[in-house]
C-alpha cells in the first residue's frame, strides 16, 4: 500500500465518519424539533359543571345561555350558577359551561372535593362510569346526580395543523415542563387532536396553584410519557 491509497483511506474513512455524525445529529434535531415546535398556552379549569339539557331546564327553567365564549371554540360560560352540595360541605357560585351535553359532568379538583366530602377519580371528560355524584342546586331547582364527579385529567387541545407540527398524533401521551415560578414537569398529559381545538393545554386549580401558574404560564411538551 502506497501512500496515495493510504491516505484515500483514511480520508474516506473520516468522510464516512463525518456523514455518520451528521446524520445523527440531523436526526436528532428533527426529534427534538418536533417535541420542542414551541410553547403551549396553560390554563387553569376552574371547577365547573356541564348539563344535559333536562338538567339545564330542571335549574333554570329554560337552555344554557350564553354569558362569554371560552377558549375553545363553540365552548361558552352559561349565565347561569349552581351550588355544590356534597355530604361534607357545599361550593357555591360554580360555573356551568356550554353546550349542554347529553349527561351531566362537574369538574372540581382534588382540593374540591375533599370540602364536598366526596372522592372522584381522575379521568378523562366523559369517562363518568362508577364516579361519584353530587347535588346541584340553583335559586329556582335542584338536580341529584347519581354520577358524573370527575377530577379532570389534564391534556392538550390540539388543532390538526398544531399536531403536525409536532408531530403528535390524537391520545398521545407527553411530558410538558411549566414554565413558572416552581417549574414542574406534568408526565402523562393526553394529548387531543381535532380541527376544532385551538391550541392550549388545561390543567386544573390544584395542578395551576402548586406549580404558580399566573395568566401568560406557557408550557413545552419534552418528551412523550413513559406510560
Ligand atoms: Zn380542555
Known amino acids: ?23 445523527a445529529a440531523q436526526g436528532s434535531q428533527a426529534c427534538s424539533g418536533q417535541m420542542h415546535a414551541g410553547p403551549i398556552p396553560v390554563e387553569i379549569s376552574a371547577r365547573h359543571a356541564h348539563l344535559s339539557n333536562d338538567d339545564a331546564i330542571a335549574l333554570f327553567g329554560e337552555a344554557l345561555r350564553p354569558e362569554r365564549p371560552l377558549s375553545q371554540p363553540g365552548q361558552f360560560l352559561s349565565s347561569g350558577r349552581v351550588r355544590l352540595i356534597g355530604p361534607k360541605g357545599v361550593m357555591d357560585n360554580v360555573a356551568v359551561l356550554g353546550p349542554s351535553r347529553g349527561v351531566s359532568q362537574v369538574e372540581i379538583s382534588k382540593t374540591d372535593a375533599r370540602i364536598l366530602g366526596i372522592n372522584p377519580p381522575v379521568r378523562q371528560s366523559g369517562d363518568t362510569k362508577e364516579t361519584p355524584g353530587v347535588i346541584l342546586a340553583s335559586a329556582t331547582g335542584i338536580v341529584g346526580l347519581e354520577t358524573g364527579v370527575i377530577v379532570a385529567a389534564r391534556h392538550i387541545h390540539m388543532h390538526t395543523d398544531d399536531a403536525r407540527r409536532f408531530g403528535l398524533h390524537d391520545k398521545d401521551m407527553v411530558d410538558v415542563r411549566l414554565e ?20 392550549a393545554m388545561h390543567i386544573d386549580a390544584d395542578e395551576g396553584n402548586s406549580s404558580g401558574w399566573k395568566p401568560g404560564t406557557t408550557g413545552t411538551i419534552i418528551g412523550h410519557s413513559r406510560g
Open 1 to 23: 500500500m502506497n501512500n496515495q491509497a493510504l491516505n484515500e483511506q483514511t480520508v474516506r474513512t473520516i468522510l464516512a465518519d463525518v456523514v455518520r455524525k451528521a446524520l
Open 180 to 199: 413558572t415560578e416552581r417549574p414542574m414537569i406534568l408526565e402523562n398529559v393526553l394529548v387531543r387532536v381535532s380541527d376544532d381545538f385551538k391550541l
